[in-house]
């Protein structure tokens, strides 16, 4: 019994790593095609399209790349500030919504929570969202086109508010009867405990 069950294990762990090694693999493929396109002339990328190995070697893209490094710099300044700014402020609009539709004594969350998964089941596009952010809200050119439609997304919104409903509502009543506002029992009691959650998002 024992030789059958050593060898079922061997064969369970081989699978499994042929498996990991084949998505392993896959996952690698797209950062390896365009490490492969670094270092391929552009005119070849355009008459043949994409390989995984340079048809015609050229360190073109390198060359510019350095001979502008102010703007490469610029570029990275750009990312990294709407990726840390937009990330914090996501998180704090994201867990103060959670925190209005999880509060038992709000008449209209479910409404609101409704509201706010119907609105995911629909897109308007590419289009509309650029004539959207020109012509109403005035955001060309301007690095907060890139902040403020991220600035909240339903699914975190949802995994945010199914936190804070499971933390007792004894602290929020309690911090109440004390004499705390809502904006600081949000802040100083429900924020430290949802740190989980807020990790996750």
Not at 24 to 37: G, N, R, T, W
Not at 118 to 143: A, E, H, P, Q, W
Request: with cysteine.
């Amino acid at each position: 019994m024992k030789p059958y069950r050593d060898r079922s294990t061997a064969i369970f762990q081989i699978t499994g790593y042929v498996l990991v090694t084949v998505v392993a693999a896959a996952c690698l493929l797209p950062f390896l095609m365009i490490l492969s396109a670094s270092f391929t002339a552009e005119k070849s990328i355009i008459r043949h399209g994409y390989s995984l190995f340079p048809a015609e070697f050229s360190l073109d893209a390198y060359k510019m790349l350095f001979r502008y490094p102010v703007d490469t710099l610029r570029a990275y300044g750009v990312s990294l500030f709407v990726t840390g700014i937009g990330s914090l402020a996501g998180l704090f609009i994201i867990s103060m919504a959670a925190y209005a539709l999880c509060r038992k004594d709000f008449k209209y969350r479910n409404k609101f929570a409704f509201y706010f998964y119907f609105i995911t089941l629909f897109n308007g596009g590419l289009v509309s969202t650029y004539i959207i952010m020109v012509r109403y809200y005035r955001l060309k050119d301007n690095l907060l086109a890139l902040i403020l439609p991220n600035l909240i997304n339903v699914f975190y919104l949802i995994i945010m508010r199914t936190f804070m409903s499971s933390l007792p509502d004894s602290m929020s009543e309690s911090a109440k009867i004390d004499g705390a506002g809502d904006f600081r029992i949000y802040w100083q009691i429900i924020m430290p405990l949802s740190k989980p959650a807020l990790a996750t998002v």
